[in-house]
């Protein structure tokens, strides 16, 4: 019976990209109306390409957010922004975003380079409109129109989720015709695991300081269900360069990691529905973010 022909479905590959800490990630929570993407208000939080798969009626956006692209010299950060930079040629559509608060760059920044290489349609996202006055998106709007021939310009707050309707609309414009690529009920290939070793490292960002975010690793070291029980046990190691912030880690006490684990249980017990079971463990790794080897273990540089 085919009395009501289904609509065409369009689908395809939009990027995320953009300087750090301007809000690409909590975008893509938003749009997917659920946390898989982790958030802090420090930059370069996000450290490999994640993946969200939007579904509409008769659309389905496959959204990679991209650690910042930024100028990068350790190791790790130069991974980091070539994962960003190898997700742009492979895109349908771009979303370039930038944060309406900070300075306005020099007309030619590496960025928007990135994009005039990769020769994609891309629309430029003004985020945290929540922020500022409405004139003070013009004079912005203006420079930005004379760096590319952005498809369109959308003042947002991914915050708020203010602007994400005419997203939406604007990325349908530009798909092209074509089936799911995934399944209508997943709303990312990130594993549970991952996602769970990412919740850790959220809230470390959230409740340490200085450079200890940045030297900080997670590893799932296993993941059991127990049905029975309506549970599941999750241990992580969580690796640092140095003994020092092996100690703030940990805290006096123990109390910063029982803090630490507190509130990556709860997030963990939304995210799976299930009571969970949480034991971390702190371990150093000397100077992690420089050692190559290490970092394949973790998954960098896998992606080129
Ligand atoms: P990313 O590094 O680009 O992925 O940025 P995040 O999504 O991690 O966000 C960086 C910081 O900006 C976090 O503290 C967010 O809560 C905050 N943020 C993101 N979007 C908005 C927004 O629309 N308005 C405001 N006021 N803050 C925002
Ligand atoms: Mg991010």
Known sequence: MQEHPEKPIKSGMVTLVGPPNVGKSTLLNSLLGQKISIVSPKPQTTRNRILGIINGDDYQIVMLDTPG????????????????????????????????TLPL?????????????????????????????????????????????????????????????????????LLPEGPRLYPEDIPTD????????????????L??????PYATAVVVDSFKEDPARMQVVIHATIFVEK?????IVIGKNGRKLKEIGTAAREDMESLLGLKVVLKLWVKVQKDWTRDRRFLREFGFGGIS
């Open 69 to 100: 692209i930024h100028d990068a010299e350790k190791p790790l950060n130069l991974e980091m922004v070539k994962i960003a930079l190898s997700t742009l040629t492979e895109a349908d559509v771009i979303l370039f975003m930038i944060d309406v």
């Open 207 to 212: 409740k340490t300081g200085e450079e200890v």
């Open 243 to 247: 003994q020092s912030q092996k100690g």
């Open 190 to 205: 990130a594993t549970e695991r991952f996602i769970v070793a990412e919740i850790i490292r959220e809230k470390i960002f």
């Open 105 to 173: 760059p020099k007309p030619e920044t590496a960025s928007v380079r990135h994009l005039k290489d990769a020769g994609r349609p891309a629309m430029l996202l003004i985020n945290k409109i929540d922020l500022v006055a409405r004139e003070a998106l013009l004079p912005i709007i203006a420079a930005y129109q004379k760096m590319y021939p952005f498809t369109a310009i959308i003042p947002v707050s991914a915050r708020l989720g203010d602007g994400t309707e005419r997203i939406i609309g604007e990325i349908h414009r």
